[in-house]
């Protein structure tokens, strides 16, 4: 299905009245507005390809319908969230579930869409279908060295599909770990993961950059060994520059200060990429924002305040991406809600008077402190978002318009009701 840019524009005409007084009425209180507004426009954030259907958990799915079958259906569908909204111009992969069988056409497909390739993941947490060693217990902290072998050359096979796609980034996220004290040496796991994780980095482009994503449990429950933040940062600080730590907000024990952990990484230059998701209770990979979304704004204040403090660029340098699961809801439109929190989130950040928090730091004023922040987290930045979207030719209301098009239905219609996309 393809969305004529003259919908997104009637759309928005008939919608502009409305927009202009509210978005007036903020931004006349907002001194750099226009920056602000430039930041939103450039900020794009990657969507994940096993995304894109309806996930499910150990104990069901309930599958949609048009969902995507292919590479190239998933890239179509992402190419309608882009459209909708200009802010998820990027798509990330994962290898063995989206094998490229034409790379070159694949890029072209993407590139008409105003995709780039975000980092590509490798999978070492499930066994293939024809793969000779089990990874059962474990991939690259594995025992046998053979079982390590075949994890890594795994891994320097997705940078290959990566290189021909126009990626520079490899995402590795382990099962790794153990179910019961005992079964394994902690240190001994933690050498094997380390030694073939250098490896992999030997066999990084030099202009690639390598996240190790940690994760506190789940396959396993007594030890992972990439478990958190620590692990994370020892293995990138052992293996070089090209080395950064990935934050999953799903991955973390339970109230766990994640601003924390996000600052102090931006601190030491080891802060490489970020999966969006919210949750309840661990890794529920619900809908950004549905849960907690002053914790999500929280985060983006130590994003916004740590990359401006080394000159970094927020759209660029670091790599954004949702890593979220549908069980109930359309993907596509879970997608566009959890893009929309995320706009908002970084509009807020954006906002926060930093000269004034400061202040209040150093003067020990707590209750300034708060309203600093509790200031721009109140503000309705919705004008603000869609304002963006209105200049970069992206419809005021996505999610409206989403309904408005009958995009599913159409999804449907060409692809079928019974569909399963991959992925979790
Ligand atoms: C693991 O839970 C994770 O967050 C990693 O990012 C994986 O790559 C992704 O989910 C999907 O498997
Ligand atoms: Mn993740």
């Known amino acids: 299905m393809q969305i004529e840019k003259y919908k997104i524009q009637e759309f928005n005409e008939d919608n502009l009245q409305v927009h202009k007084q509210r978005f007036e009425c903020i931004a006349a209180d907002i001194a750099n507005v226009e920056d602000i507004l430039q930041k939103l426009i450039n900020f794009q954030i990657a969507i994940p390809s096993w995304a894109l259907g309806t996930g499910g958990t150990r104990f069901g799915r309930f599958p949609g319908g048009g969902e995507p079958g292919s590479l190239e259906e998933k890239i179509e569908d992402i190419g309608l969230l882009h459209k909708l909204n200009n802010s998820s ?115 990084l482009p030099d202009d690639w950059k390598m996240f190790v994503e940690y994760k506190a449990f789940e396959p396993n429950f007594y030890s992972t060994t990439v478990g958190d933040w620590g692990q994370s940062f020892l293995y990138a600080s052992k293996l070089g520059p090209k080395a950064y730590t990935l934050v999953d907000l799903g991955h973390h024990l339970p109230n766990a200060n994640i601003e924390q952990i996000v600052s102090l990484l931006l601190m030491e230059e080891k802060l490489g990429g970020f999966h969006f998701n919210d949750s309840k209770y661990s890794d529920d990979d619900l809908t950004v924002g549905s849960i907690n979304p002053y914790q999500l704004f929280l985060i983006f204040k130590e994003l916004v305040e740590g990359m401006d403090a080394r000159g970094m660029n927020h759209a660029a340098d670091l790599a954004w991406m949702i890593d979220a699961s549908h069980n109930v809801k359309d993907p596509l439109e879970d997608l566009l809600q959890s893009i929309e929190a995320i706009m908002i989130a970084y509009a807020q950040a954006l906002l926060v008077d930093g000269k004034a928090l400061e202040t209040a730091q150093m003067t020990n004023d707590v209750v300034l402190a708060q309203e600093v922040l509790q200031g721009a987290y109140r503000t309705d930045v919705r004008p603000l978002v869609a304002e963006a979207r209105l200049r970069s030719g992206a419809a005021l209301e996505p999610l409206q318009l989403f309904r408005k098009l009958k995009v599913r239905e159409n999804l449907i219609k060409e692809r079928g009701l019974k569909t399963v996309a991959t992925g979790l």
Request: proline share 3%; glycine share 6%; hydrophobic share 40%.
């Open 89 to 203: 111009g990027a798509i990330s992969l994962h290898i063995p579930w989206d094998i490229p069988s034409n790379a070159a056409n694949v890029k072209a497909l993407a590139a008409q869409h105003g995709l780039r390739f975000d980092a590509m993941n490798s999978n070492t947490f499930q066994d293939q279908p024809g793969q000779k060693l089990s990874y059962k217990f474990g991939s690259m902290q594995h025992v046998d060295k053979a079982v390590r072998q075949q994890a890594i050359e795994h891994n320097i096979e997705v940078i290959k599909y990566g290189v021909e796609l126009g990626s520079d980034c490899l995402s590795i996220w382990l099962a790794d770990g153990s179910n019961f004290p005992g079964q394994l040496n902690l240190r001994k796991a933690f050498q094997n993961t380390l030694e073939s994780l250098q490896e992999v980095y030997a066999a």
